[in-house]
């Protein structure tokens, strides 16, 4: 196990770093992917002394990941195994200070390849897969049931978009279309049978260039969206942010555009916003955390909420080669 002490004097030098909603405000942890170090790292974001944790994981390259408060295990989509991966008593390992995690014995098989997130609502789990030339170009979500025994492929359902972030908010699905500046809903994805599926509604978020990372809260009723904009540049990406948001989209057409003038926009070089593939955000604390891929070659930033859209500099940010993923439990 790796542990990194972040000390408030490394913090000030830098700043100068989906989804679960419970009632308890103290108990908050952050995990995070990496898609080129092989490694997942946990935080305790109520720890004062800044802690980071670090573990290796069975493969190099992994990218959706989700942390049970239940049991404190956790779930990565691994795309150098194409499958599931569950991986047991992520604090008995941080305790004991342990190099890695222990994969448990039921992973799921290998229905997919080249994942991109994962979504979980109770036991159903959605993967996504963007299309490659190994899985003949399809795109897909693949939906699985997890029990004591491992994950059950339930259904297997075709999108004719690219994908990459995913949201569940209970039965219904947010879904950004890679590529595009577009947001997509299913309505009640799970009454879906397997095949060709067909969104409820699809927008464009006016400005955006190419989104990527997802998330929603609906106690603030917030929806946050990353912009990688051009995957080439470490430098042009940014957050945008709808608030009252279900009326925002409802009153949007199918195949409208959610203007300029209902978001809140984080852009520039203050920003240190290149290719922000992941976000999470915490409604307690009004804190968004992001997975910047492509900065310094990899970063976890955290925002502050603003209070209006601007260039603003992340409150905190520390390295992290190849971040590709990110989860907040609360």
């Not at 994942?115 to 979980?120: G, L, M, T």
């Not at 430098?235 to 925002?248: K, M």
């Not at 290149?274 to 891929?293: C, F, H, K, L």
Request: hydrophobic share 35%.
């Amino acid at each position: 196990m790796r542990k990194l002490l972040l000390s408030a004097a490394i913090i000030f030098a830098l700043v100068s770093c989906s989804n679960d909603e419970n009632n308890d405000k103290n108990y908050v942890r952050l995990v995070t992917a990496s898609n080129t170090s092989g490694m997942m790292s946990y935080q305790d974001l109520n720890d004062s002394n800044g802690i980071v944790y670090s573990f290796s994981l069975n493969g190099v390259d992994n990218d959706g990941i989700y942390l049970d408060k239940n049991s404190m295990d956790v779930i990565v989509a691994s795309r150098s195994n194409n499958r599931l991966e569950h991986y047991k008593n992520l604090e008995d390992a941080i305790s004991g200070e342990a190099n890695d995690i222990m994969l448990s014995s039921f992973s799921s098989n290998t229905e997919f390849n080249n994942p991109r997130e994962i979504a979980v609502y109770n036991d159903k789990i959605i993967v996504t897969q963007d299309q490659s030339a190994a899985n003949n170009n399809t795109n897909k979500l693949f939906v699985y049931q997890k029990s004591s025994n491992g994950f059950s492929l339930l259904n297997e359902y075709t999108v004719d978009f690219k994908l990459w972030g995913i949201h569940l908010q209970g039965n219904d699905l947010y879904a950004i279309a890679d590529l595009t500046s577009d947001l997509v809903y299913f309505e009640n994805i799970f009454n879906n049978a397997s095949g060709i599926i067909t969104p409820t509604k699809r927008v464009t978020i006016e400005g955006l260039v190419r989104t990527h990372g997802i998330t929603h809260s609906s106690s603030d009723n917030i929806m946050i969206l990353t912009d990688v904009a051009s995957a080439a540049s470490d430098s042009d990406g940014g957050l945008v942010i709808i608030e009252n948001f279900s009326s925002v989209f409802s009153s949007t057409a199918n195949m409208g555009t959610i203007a300029m003038s209902n978001q809140k926009r984080i852009y520039g070089p203050n920003s240190t916003l290149g290719n922000p593939v992941d976000v999470a955000y915490d409604s307690n604390t009004n804190r968004i955390y992001v997975a910047e891929r492509a900065n310094g070659g990899g970063k976890v930033l955290t925002f502050s909420y603003p209070s209006m859209s601007g260039d603003v500099m992340p409150i905190t940010s520390r390295l992290e080669p190849g971040v590709a993923s990110i989860y907040l439990l609360k």
